[in-house]
């Protein structure tokens, strides 16, 4: 069974501010996907990351998809209250014919 | 160009009934995943239907079942509803053709069924 850990579970800043939020596993993926969901709503698809060692650059948000294809972080510079969400992060194994492994989720407020 | 759409919206219903969802996938999609998400949590894969059949299926008992229709479209059935299937049930739609070593998956904005 593949799993994905993200930290933090909760983050609560002020607007300005940096973060980094961490997707950690064990096991390799082919692909890694960052989405964004609203409260009601379902998950927007950010970013996909294939390649170890890839780094997108969305505006404020920067994702890092690790060397072993591992682990992924996705860094906020400079947060603004409309970052306010769900972050969650997906991973897709090899041969796993789009089935997602995702994450807990990493619940974000930014305070004006 | 419609997204991914699921109906209904809400559903309310009591332990030991049976329930029916279902998602048309955005236009172009041939492939449709069906996912569970309990409050706080993350999606939790159930299964995946392309060309009417199921491909893949998640830790998911037979209790939850499902069909894909030729258009594409897909129901999510749940029998003898027990409390802890109160959820958000996620559907996302993808293209299974191509060589792309993987394939996006665009996601509706679910159904919240909650469980008497």
């Known amino acids: 069974t593949q799993l994905l850990e993200q930290s933090p579970q909760f983050l609560s800043i002020q607007e300005g501010e940096n973060l980094t939020v961490y997707c950690n596993s064990s096991s390799v993926f082919s692909s890694l996907q960052w989405y964004r969901q609203e409260p009601g709503e379902g998950p927007v698809l950010l970013v996909t990351v294939v390649t170890g060692g890839e780094v997108k650059k969305l505006k404020r948000l920067t994702f890092q998809f690790g060397d072993a294809r591992k682990d992924s972080s996705l860094h906020i510079t400079a947060a603004q209250p409309g970052d306010t969400g769900l972050y969650l992060c997906?991973?897709?194994?090899?041969?796993?014919?789009?089935?997602?492994?995702f994450g807990g989720g990493t619940r974000l407020m930014v305070k004006p | 160009d419609a997204g991914v759409t699921q109906s209904p919206t809400h559903l309310i219903k009591t332990r030991g009934q049976q329930v029916t969802l279902r998602c048309s996938p955005k236009?172009?999609?041939?492939?449709v995943s069906w996912y569970q998400q309990a409050l706080g949590q993350g999606p939790q894969f159930i299964f995946q239907y392309y060309e009417e059949e199921e491909r893949q299926r998640g830790n998911f008992p037979d209790r939850f079942s499902g069909h894909q229709f030729p258009n594409y479209s897909s129901e999510l059935n749940v029998n003898a509803l027990l409390l802890g299937d109160s959820a958000l049930y996620l559907c996302?739609?993808?293209?299974?053709?191509?060589?792309?070593?993987?394939?996006?998956?665009?996601f509706g904005p679910g159904t919240r069924l909650t469980v008497l």
């Open positions: 997906a991973g897709e194994a090899n041969n796993a014919g789009n089935m997602l492994t």
């Open positions: 236009s172009g999609h041939d492939t």
């Open positions: 996302a739609s993808s293209w299974r053709g191509g060589f792309s070593s993987y394939n996006e998956q665009f």
